[in-house]
């Protein structure tokens, strides 16, 4: 049993007019084992909370804490996170060009896992997870997200999640330019993910349509750089009917 | 005959061919300073069959082709004996020809190669600097109709090396010359990998790698002259730099005379900053004297390390440190990969790892 509690997280950006505040006060706690919607407009804040807990450079946390399993995330670099079992599922995933996939995975594993994985296993290891993700097996030889399409991008990313089985999960987007065969073989992955691993996940979304395949168990709106309502998959609904609106400034 | 070693055409930093030298780090090679050995320290770690490797005369072996850059004519002045490596006709050489340079502790050197691709000849050639040096050297590879020749030079020379050279490729009919020049080492490196083509049909892809660190200047002039028709030339090279006095120059000249219809070209230049001060040169230029040709082109980037990679990896749970030995282990494979020489392939990756553990 693992938490995330995140209490009054508060984060700036430096711009050109110096800095702005894009996160004010959020206070979110996920166990494993739950699915907590983040749902919001463009622009609320909802990428800069999953890049922030991962540890981007960009962003500045100026109050607030983040733990996991009190542990103080905020002091951790990133990949002291993703040891600690944090994962970010991007929405965009950078390419690296000449590294291969399967190098990528397997440094990966090693490193989070503090030793190689045996040859054999992980063969067979990757093989399934690539299998369940309609992935064909010619993909490990290529580049890290170089001159994939959307699909095999968002595909990518939850291979890594279910081989680095983190603890728990932010999905930024992970439904974004995705038709509804992938979107579906996508959800699945997570599912799958979640049911064997005992994952938490924050699904970062902007439409209701990633829910029809991911079950939330909590709703959270957000908007300004906070959760403004907080429910239960209702809230989705409600979502789903009247937009966000109202909760958008006049 | 050349009056390349009198004192007034000693070049003096505002030519265009040797703006972007020091010269004062050339250890006299360019101002006839110092006296240059007429010495062959190449030698071959074995022979094939199919393979001859002898040392000629100048008047036996001369030249094959024109040259303006002050340095080769001085070598050709100084070097009396040319090292000839020839190919047979028809010889199928699957295993490479390694050629050594053992140069340690000695005088200055200007030295002269030839390379014979015989007609329908298939073969490996590496050519491996190491070690300490004061070099001038002329390499002119001759293919003759349908011969296949990959050439490669490491450049893994010690800190003080100072290293000029023309590698001078001259591809006949349906000939296909392809080149490697790998540069990590030396206080100065200047080479001009250069081709013109004497058939039909011909084609010449030059790839290139180079790391340069702090005190080392890595200059790379290519020239390709397009003025037969239907050839085709392929030019990549890469490179890496990591400190404040790390240099790097890349040139790439292309020619199309008016008589070269059909060329197909296309040069790319890309240069990775790994460190506040360290500069790197490159100088795409493309002459076209005739409109019908399959394609031209070139592109040259010169950019910083990629924080998004690094991040990207790190976020998955890979240190710092090895997220950007990844990084830029992959911004060179596509260049190492091309080799097919795996115990080369690997010599040279980890030869780059060591050089990132110095640039730190």
């Known amino acids: ?250 | 005959m050349s009056l390349a070693t009198t004192n007034y055409l000693t070049p003096t930093g505002r030519e265009e061919a040797w703006r972007f030298t020091p010269l004062s780090r050339l250890a006299g090679l360019h101002d006839s300073s110092v006296e240059l050995a007429d010495r062959i320290s190449l030698s071959a770690r074995g022979v094939p069959a199919g393979a001859r490797l002898e040392i000629k005369s100048s008047e036996e072996a001369p030249s094959l082709s024109a040259t303006d850059d002050i340095v080769i004519e001085r070598v050709r002045d100084v070097a009396h004996q040319v090292l000839v490596l020839t190919i047979e006709k028809n010889a199928e050489i699957g295993e490479p020809i390694f050629l050594l340079r053992k140069s340690e502790g000695q005088a200055p050197e200007a030295s002269r190669v030839q390379i014979q691709a015989g007609a329908h000849s298939h073969a490996t050639v590496v050519i491996e600097n190491v070690g300490s040096a004061v070099l001038g050297e002329e390499i002119e590879i001759n293919l003759e109709p349908g011969a296949n020749l990959r050439f490669v030079t490491l450049q893994e020379w010690d800190n003080n090396a100072v290293h000029i050279g023309r590698h001078h490729a001259i591809v006949g009919k349906d000939a296909t010359f392809t080149s490697y020049v790998i540069t990590v080492g030396g206080s100065v490196v200047r080479i001009l990998p250069t081709v013109e083509y004497s058939g039909p049909g011909s084609s010449a892809d030059l790839y290139g790698l180079y790391f340069a660190t702090d005190n080392q200047h890595l200059e790379h002039r290519i020239h390709v002259e397009h003025k037969i028709p239907n050839a085709k030339s392929r030019v990549n090279y890469k490179g890496a730099l990591s400190g404040q006095s790390a240099r790097t120059v890349w040139i790439g000249d292309v020619f199309i005379k008016a008589t070269a219809e059909g060329t197909d070209t296309y040069e790319l230049n890309r240069n990775l900053l790994l460190s506040d001060g360290a500069r790197a040169d490159s100088v795409p230029n493309l002459e076209i004297e005739t409109g019908e040709i399959v394609g031209a082109g070139h592109a040259s980037t010169t950019g910083r390390f990629d924080d998004e990679q690094l991040f990207y990896l790190q976020s998955r749970g890979i240190p710092a440190e090895e997220a950007r030995r990844l990084v830029i282990r992959g911004f060179f494979a596509e260049i190492v990969a091309k080799l097919k020489i795996q115990s080369l392939e690997e010599r040279i990756m980890n030869r780059i790892d060591t050089e990132l553990e110095e640039a730190k």
Do not use: C
């Open chain 1, 1 to 250: 049993m693992s938490t995330l509690i995140i209490k009054d997280l508060h984060v700036s950006v430096s711009t050109d007019e110096g800095m702005k505040e894009i996160l004010r006060g959020v206070d979110l706690t996920i166990n494993s084992g739950e699915t907590h919607a983040i749902m919001g407009p463009n622009g609320s804040g909802k990428s800069t909370l999953a890049y922030s807990i991962a540890g981007h450079p960009k962003y500045t946390i100026t109050s607030g804490s983040v733990t996991l399993d009190g542990q103080d995330v905020l002091d951790m670099t990133v990949d002291e996170r993703a040891k600690a079992g944090l994962f970010l599922a991007m929405q965009y995933p950078v390419e690296v060009p000449g590294v291969s996939v399967s190098n990528f995975l397997r440094t990966a594993v090693t490193a989070i896992r503090g030793e190689a994985p045996k040859i054999r296993t992980w063969v067979g290891e990757v093989k399934e997870a690539m299998t369940a993700l309609h992935m064909d097996p010619e993909f490990s030889e290529r580049s890290v997200n170089e001159g994939f399409s959307g699909g095999e991008k968002k595909r990518h990313e939850i291979l890594q999640m279910e081989l680095l089985k983190p603890k728990i999960a932010i999905l930024d987007e992970t439904d974004s330019g995705l038709d509804v065969d992938a979107l579906r073989t996508v959800s699945e992955g997570v599912n799958r993910v979640k049911e064997n691993q005992d994952l938490g996940i924050m699904l970062i979304t902007h439409y209701t349509r990633i829910l029809r395949y991911i079950n939330p168990d909590f709703v959270h709106v957000f908007a300004g750089g906070k959760i403004v309502e907080e429910g239960g998959p209702e809230l989705a609904a409600k979502l789903e009917e009247s937009g966000y609106a109202e909760y958008l400034p006049a």
